[in-house]
């Protein structure tokens, strides 16, 4: 069966480069279906470090959301994510489902004007 899903994708560390790697790398499990502009955010908890850049992707995918989660880990950890660091630290890639079968799984979508803005530049 095949899902629609939404993907936050963040980073802060070479971000023009990880989120086009990051890209590259979901077309191999997903059809990705639409790209959002991406836009400059402060950091969130952590402050002293480089700006995020953000956006959202809209994919289609066989996959079911624990499969895709798994598979967004895979990614992150090939573009070096260290999952060592902070929660709010710098990160090279950071991949969430936002939205599965048009249902908002993550609730930072409630919290965060810059991921509905993002997100709903490609949903709505």
Do not use: C
Request: glycine letters at 4%.
């Amino acid at each position: 069966m095949m899902h629609t899903a939404i993907l936050g994708l963040g980073s802060n560390i070479n971000p023009n480069e990880n989120i086009n790697r990051a890209l590259e790398l979901l077309k191999r499990i997903a059809d990705v279906k639409k790209i959002s502009k991406i836009i400059i955010t402060k950091p969130i908890g952590i402050t002293d470090q480089p700006d995020f850049h953000n956006g959202a992707v809209l994919i289609d995918t066989m996959h079911e959301k624990d499969m895709l989660k798994l598979q967004l880990k895979t990614i992150e950890d090939q573009l070096g994510r260290d999952r060592s660091r902070p929660k709010f630290g710098p990160r090279e890639i950071d991949l969430d489902i936002v939205v599965f079968d048009n249902v908002v799984v993550d609730e930072d979508y409630h919290q965060r004007e810059f991921l509905q803005k993002v997100v709903d530049s490609i949903w709505l």
